[in-house]
């Protein structure tokens, strides 16, 4: 059973950055792929970015490409996601999660084992 918990968030001015970090607990997060969502105020879930198991392919939602970087760190057993010129529609509740598949085209509701999540207010 895989444990997931968000941790950094915080708000920021319009171009700030920001780290988000996953924390694993119960199995190695290198054999899932790990995926950032986030919920808009009013919104629903929306996928962010994802990081795969075993040669850490990358992607993300058109909207954080450029900005949003996934990475992971095997020894921490951590996750993280760096957010960069954040600006107000990145304002969200930020979960991390993991899927053991790799799904053509990627959408939150591939994810499980959802944290309890992190606010990122950003204020123009």
């Known amino acids: 059973q895989v444990r997931l918990v968000e941790s950094g968030g915080g708000s920021v001015q319009a171009g700030g950055s920001l780290r988000l970090s996953c924390a694993g607990s119960?199995?190695?997060?290198?054999?899932?792929?790990v995926g950032w969502a986030r919920r808009p105020p009013g919104k629903e879930r929306e996928f962010v970015a994802r990081?795969?198991?075993?040669?850490?392919?990358?992607d993300y939602a058109d909207s954080v490409r450029g900005r949003f970087t996934i990475s992971r760190d095997n020894a921490k057993n951590t996750v993280y996601l760096e957010m960069n010129n954040i600006n107000p529609e990145d304002t969200a509740v930020y979960f991390c999660?993991?899927?053991?598949?790799?799904?053509?085209?990627?959408?939150?509701?591939?994810?499980?084992?959802w944290g309890q999540g992190t606010q990122v207010t950003a204020s123009s």
């Open positions: 990081i795969g198991r075993f040669n850490d392919r990358t």
């Open positions: 999660g993991i899927s053991s598949v790799w799904a053509t085209f990627p959408q939150a509701i591939d994810f499980g084992a």
């Open positions: 119960g199995r190695p997060l290198n054999e899932y792929v």
